[in-house]
């Protein structure tokens, strides 16, 4: 949600960012009216209250022709407060309606365009020199680790069972990735998958990306995509006393997508599909760090990818793809052999003040005055890692190394064809 203040000092700046993301400043002229028309209509109805006030201390000193009159106005003026107080409601509806219209200000330097006009910050790791690589799927099934077949049969198109060895990676993926979070001060969370539709919505979830979420309609829940909505949800409402160091989580949960809009994409494998597991790192903070605490979400996910070994890039984002909540997202990519290019493993967003604005998540500064905090979230590890280790790790006679970090894990160092 935008910070009403900065839309008063600088709309400019925001009908800039509008049209780096590649959309119209309207959505910026329509808040700055709706806000407007809220202001007029409170400061309509607390000159008739404070009227109405003013009229029940006369009263009891007015008689005759004049105490008539006072009642005549009371009357009238009782109508006018009550249409006004309506109002004001509806002007209040209008104003947040608009702001949650209106996605988060873009940070200075992000690439403007869209999906495609991304700028490459580096390339890490070597490829692998593979004549005729396989892909996931064929080295999967061959390792009895994957099973997409049957995971279509008991629940239809995108989904899949991982079965021995493949349970057994994505397990010690996670329990690697969680680990790595904890000895960094993070505390581990297991979150729940469904949540109120106040907090998806606070999260941005709910505006452009609202297709890809699944509804419950008979108890009106959400099935999360990622554990960064319950996260964020986690602290929505209160006031964070001690926020001189950012308050870090990771959480490890299943996650789910419709994948609207995505037919007849990547429909081989497990690269996109409507379930999968996933530990995401998500950091509370003040506004003034946010920006360095983004490096080090990135920082800390490049970690992750040295240690199961798999060649890398690291994109910045450009505004017309870093949808309604982020104001710059930085993107890891893996190689994938079969594919011949880079395929996204890890994102990680700078939300600013953007979410908790919305769940009103507020800290208590030196002053003691109260702040609206920053949130930042980050992919740790996901299923979808399990593409990349499989097709960058394999041999020619089909079996898998495993990377040195997920052996004791996967209680092998070679996955072989049985």
């Known amino acids: 949600m935008i ?29 700055l009216a709706a806000d407007a028309s809220r202001r007029e209509a409170v400061a309509r109805f607390e000159g008739l209250r404070a009227e109405q006030k003013q009229l029940g201390k006369q009263m009891p000193k007015a008689t005759g022709d004049e105490r008539a009159a006072l009642l005549a106005r009371t009357k009238t003026l009782s109508d006018d407060v009550k249409a006004a107080q309506t109002a004001v409601t509806a002007a209040e509806e209008a104003l947040r309606a608009a702001q949650l219209a209106v996605p988060n200000l873009v940070e200075e330097g992000v690439p403007p365009g869209g999906e495609d006009d991304y700028v490459v910050l580096r390339q890490v790791g070597q490829r692998p020199d ?25 629940s239809g198109s995108r989904f899949y069972f991982l079965t021995g060895l493949g349970a057994m990676l994505q397990l010690g993926l996670l329990n690697l990735a969680i680990q790595q979070a904890a000895a960094y001060g993070f505390t581990a969370v297991i979150p729940p998958v469904l949540v109120k539709p106040e907090v998806m919505q606070g999260t941005g979830f709910l505006g452009e990306h609202a297709t890809e979420v699944y509804r419950l309609e008979a108890d009106d829940m959400y099935l999360v995509g ?9 602290h929505a409402g209160e006031i964070l006393d001690d926020l001189a160091e950012p ?31 996933k530990v995401e790192m998500f950091s509370y903070c003040r506004p003034e ?41 930085f993107d890891c990519e893996a190689w994938i ?26 800290y208590r500064d030196e002053r003691g005055h109260t ?30 190394k495993v990377p040195t970090a997920l052996q004791a894990y996967v209680g092998t160092d070679v996955l072989k064809p049985r």
Not at 226 to 234: D, F, I, N, Q, R
């Open 371 to 400: 702040q609206i905090a920053a949130t930042l979230n980050g992919t740790l590890a996901t299923t979808r890692w399990i593409t990349a280790i499989l097709e960058n790790h394999q041999q020619p006679d089909g079996s898998v």
């Open 226 to 234: 990622t554990s960064e909505v319950p996260l964020a949800g986690y």
């Open 3 to 31: 910070d009403l203040k900065l839309l008063r000092d600088d709309p400019d700046l925001l009908r800039a960012s509008q049209r780096v993301r590649g959309e119209s400043s309207e959505k910026v002229d329509t808040l």
């Open 337 to 362: 052999p079969s594919q011949g290019r880079y395929r996204e493993l890890t994102s990680t967003s700078n939300c600013t003040t953007f979410q908790a604005r919305r769940l009103n998540i507020r």
């Open 130 to 154: 593979l004549d005729d690589p396989r892909d996931h799927l064929e080295l999967g099934e061959a390792l009895r680790a994957i099973d997409v077949e049957r995971g279509v049969k008991v």
């Open 289 to 329: 760090q946010a920006r360095d605490e983004h490096g080090r979400l990135l920082a800390w996910e490049e970690e992750m990818l040295a240690k199961v070994e798999i060649p890398y890039r690291v994109i910045d984002v450009a505004a017309g793809d870093l949808g309604t909540s982020a104001a710059r997202k």
């Open 247 to 277: 308050r870090r989580y990771a959480g490890w949960s299943s996650c789910f997508r419709r994948e609207a809009g995505s037919y007849g994409k990547d429909t081989r494998g497990i690269v996109r599909v409507h379930q999968f597991d």
